[in-house]
Structures are given as C-alpha cells and as structure tokens.
C-alpha cells in the first residue's frame, strides 16, 4: 500500500518543549550591568591592587562555568517569574544608591551580588534559584571584606603566626624572643606584618576548597568538613612560612625578603593546597572504611518471643 506524499499534512517546524524568555534575559542582564560597571570596575582595580585578593580574578568566570555544566537542568526547567525576585533586585539597587552616597564599597559591591540573585529567581524563579544557588553563592567571594572585619580577622592570625614560629624557633635552636608582631633573632628583628599574617591563603584556599570540593566529592557533609579545614591548615602552614623566614634570616637577611619570599609564599600555599587535597582523601578512605566495617558486620539474631 502506497500513500500520495501531497496528501501527507505538512509538517510543523520544531519548537523548543520549553520556551526561554531570551529577549527577558539579555535585556534585564544588559541592564544590570551597565548600572554596576563602575562599582564592577573598581573591584577589579582592587584585585589587581591587593595581593589578598587575587583570586577575584577566577571566581566569576568559575562561577560562570560551573553554572554552564548545569545547563542541561537550567534549560531542561519551566522559566516561571517570580516576582519576590524584583523586590531583591529592587533592594539591590536601593543598597548600591546608599552606599554610594555614603561611599561606601562593600555595601555597594555586595548589592551586585544581590541585585544577581534576584534577576535570577526574577526570571526563573525558585527551581533555578536552587540549581545556580552555588556558582552564585561563589561570587560572593569576589567581594573583599570590609576593613573593620579584614581588620578583626587579620590581628589574632598575625599573633598566632608570631607566636608558632617563635616556638618552633627556639624548638629548633634559633633563640629568639617576641615582642608583640616582631621576633628578636641573632641577626635582627623580623616584623610579621598584616601581610604574613596568613589572611591572603587563608581567603584563597577558603574559595578553592569549595570548587574543589564541587567537582571531586559528592557528599555535602565532606564537601563542609573540607570547607572549615582551610582554616587550620592556613594557620599552620602560614606559621611555617614565617618560622622559614626566620631561618633564612638568620643566614642570609636578603634572601627573606624581596622577590625569593614573595616566591616563598607561592610554595607555601601549594603545599596548603596539597595538604587540603591528602586530607580529603584520608577523609574518604576513611569514610569508606566505616562504610564497608558496617557492611560486613554480621546482622544481629532477632529474639523469638
């Protein structure tokens, strides 16, 4: 049997399942950046500026990428307004004209952040609020801290990174004694200042453990445990920073400053970075050994009544 193709009804142009307001999209993204690009402007003059804040380079196109692999559950999802989203644009705004006016950058950076977040649960509501709820809790690591809890954070991190090297000093026989942020050696005075304080390693591998833990681990409980880690390894290994500074101190005084210790810090922060990666995996084997103990352990014998 043979059909007449003339007769066959035409066949309608493929459309997409799920429509995607892209003219919304461009418009309100175009919006929002022209408003902020002077605020944006400043703060990549300030990461080029402050060593502390390095990584601000990487955590917007990371963020960017991140959500891109999620593309498939963001295209896959109903685009619905949710209009709560406009009145977190609108606060955003409102935050960026006080700040402002009250020059002052971190309630105006910060209001970036927001002003995102609320385009995004504007224009796809809830369930993509929660599929990019990640990629847009890491921009808010592009934001520096503010000076009065830069200022908190950094003090105590200066006292005990002095107080650890001049310990391990003495321990390994470079007598020295401490008064206050400085360490009297044999061949002069070492001053831990706010930059050795550990503060820059300690934000940068703050931001890392979470990319890193996004795409190694699984699990949000190790994802978290690797998270707050960065904060005793960042201390001790600063420590060992300023103890190795010491040391090399007292044997050649040129060699521990310049460019050779700017160079010392990259090493120690990869050797931070290393003891983050063994850690986890000691936290895995170590999960996956009670995993497997309770696995094997034999079923308890139920009483017969």
């Known amino acids: 049997m043979t059909t007449d193709p003339a007769a066959a009804p035409p066949l309608e142009p493929a459309r997409p399942a799920i429509p995607i307001p892209w003219a919304a999209i461009i418009w309100l993204f175009a919006l929002v950046a022209v408003c902020y690009l002077p605020i944006l402007t400043r703060l990549v003059r300030h990461w080029d500026s402050d060593d502390n804040m390095g990584h601000g380079f990487f955590v917007f196109p990371l963020a960017v990428y991140i959500a891109w692999q999620k593309r498939d559950e963001i295209f896959g999802h109903e685009f619905k307004k949710n209009w709560f989203g406009l009145v977190i644009m609108a606060w955003g705004i409102f935050q960026e004209l006080v700040g402002s006016l009250g020059a002052e950058l971190f309630?105006?950076?910060?209001?970036?952040?927001i002003t995102l977040a609320g385009m995004v649960l504007f224009l796809g509501g809830g369930k993509l609020f929660r599929i990019l709820l990640f990629p847009l809790f890491l921009t808010c690591?592009?934001?520096?801290?503010?000076?009065?809890i830069f200022n908190q954070i950094t003090f105590p991190l200066q006292t005990i990174a002095t107080v650890a090297a001049e310990e391990t000093l003495n321990l390994v026989g470079y007598p020295c004694v401490r008064e206050g942020h400085i360490l009297q050696l044999?061949?002069?005075?070492?001053?831990?200042?706010?930059?050795?304080?550990?503060?820059?390693?300690?934000?940068?591998?703050?931001?890392?453990?979470?990319?890193?833990?996004?795409?190694?681990?699984?699990?949000?409980?190790?994802?978290?445990?690797i998270f707050f880690s960065t904060i005793p390894i960042a201390i001790a290994?600063?420590?060992?920073?300023?103890?190795l500074t010491g040391v090399i101190s007292e044997h050649d005084k040129a060699l521990a400053q310049g460019l050779f210790h700017d160079m010392e810090g990259w090493v120690i922060f990869m050797i931070a970075l290393f003891i983050l990666i063994g850690f986890h995996r000691i936290l895995v084997w170590f999960t996956k050994g009670v995993v497997n103990a309770r696995a094997a352990r034999?079923?308890?014998p139920q009483e017969s009544e």
């Open 141 to 148: 690591f592009m934001v520096p801290l503010p000076a009065v």
């Open 186 to 225: 044999a061949s002069g005075p070492l001053n831990v200042v706010e930059a050795c304080s550990g503060i820059r390693s300690l934000l940068s591998l703050t931001f890392l453990s979470l990319v890193y833990g996004y795409f190694f681990e699984a699990s949000t409980t190790i994802r978290g445990i």
């Open 237 to 243: 290994t600063n420590g060992l920073r300023v103890t």
């Open 107 to 113: 309630l105006q950076r910060t209001a970036f952040v």
């Open 298 to 300: 034999p079923a308890e």
